[in-house]
């Protein structure tokens, strides 16, 4: 069985369709499950008090925000070699949920610097980085919504795409390049395991960059029917419009002769 | 059942209160999308069989 059946928009709208109600009720729970114990049933921090509750959604956000870039730039490499419409769509519908998810996580690492670092803001190279992120999204969104032919939209959008994952991959490992300004390196290393935060916080950290993991598969997939959807209305249309056009140009053509 | 969370309550409930405000809104704007194209897509199908 091959991955590219899942290409072909009718067998997505199939697949997608009995999957997308399991998806968002475990993204559901995993969220509810891991917000709920970090807020109320963790202890503070021993240096950051109770801010330390932030970072239950500060880093799956984050984590999504990039995550969320780097599945566009498999789609849209998959789009500019393969021509899979599904692709380019998956990408277009994944924009949005990564801008949020940029939002977030600048938002709340804003709002938990100021009592941590004293300031909201810094020009620190994960922050920086995080911020060109932010306006990649911003403006892979516009360039998609600004080209009429969609074809043509999702070529500029997919080349766009690979310029931003230069600043998608920097945002993770600016910490590791530049050995400066405020941001802590990961507390999480997935490829070294070893990790500096305690169990306690540890667990439903985890439980919920889960639950943000499959609330982005789930608007993912929304998304991309809605863009399958889309695309289908609009063909049909421009089909009627173009039949009616013709419909007309008979009619036209006999009220001209007749006047002459 | 408010976990006491000292003079940090306010930086606490302003990072979740604004965290929670985008993702509910984003979620209902893009259901409300799928419904509405949904619903076109059906009514041109319907009037062009």
């Known amino acids: 069985m091959s991955i590219w059946k899942y290409a072909n928009p009718t067998q997505f709208m199939k697949t997608t369709g009995w999957m997308l109600p399991f998806v968002s009720i475990a993204a559901g729970v995993c969220i509810v499950t891991g917000l709920v114990w970090g807020f109320f049933f963790t202890p503070d921090d021993f240096r950051q008090g109770s801010t330390v509750k932030i970072i239950y959604l500060h880093v799956p956000s984050a984590l999504m925000a990039i995550n969320a870039w780097l599945m566009m730039l498999v789609a849209s490499l998959i789009w500019l070699v393969r021509r899979h419409h599904v692709s380019a769509l998956a990408a277009k519908a994944a924009a949005p949920v990564g801008l949020v998810m940029t939002l977030i996580a600048l938002l709340t690492g804003a709002i938990w610097g100021e009592p941590m670092w004293g300031t909201y803001w810094a020009w620190d190279p994960r922050l920086t980085s995080f911020l060109i992120l932010f306006l990649f999204y911003l403006g892979y969104i516009a360039l998609w919504q600004a080209i009429e032919t969609q074809d043509i939209a999702a070529d500029l959008t997919s080349v766009l795409c690979l310029v931003g994952s230069v600043f998608a991959l920097l945002s993770r490992y600016a910490v590791n390049f530049w050995n400066q300004g405020l941001h802590q390196g990961t507390s999480v290393p997935v490829a070294t395991g070893g990790r500096t935060v305690a169990d306690v916080f540890f667990v439903p950290l985890v439980i919920s960059m889960i639950g943000f993991g499959l609330l982005f598969v789930a608007l993912l997939l929304l998304g991309t029917r809605t863009e399958i959807r889309a695309r289908r209305l609009k063909a049909l249309l421009n089909r009627e419009m173009a039949r009616d056009q013709d419909r007309q140009q008979p009619s036209r053509a006999a009220q001209n002769e007749g006047t002459q | ?49």
């Open chain 2, 1 to 49: 059942m408010m976990p006491d969370l000292g003079k940090y309550q306010d930086a606490v409930l302003s990072a979740y209160g604004g965290s929670l405000l985008l993702l509910i809104g984003m979620i209902a704007l893009m259901i409300w999308r799928a419904r509405s194209v949904k619903k076109q897509l059906e009514d041109v199908e319907k009037r062009s069989t």
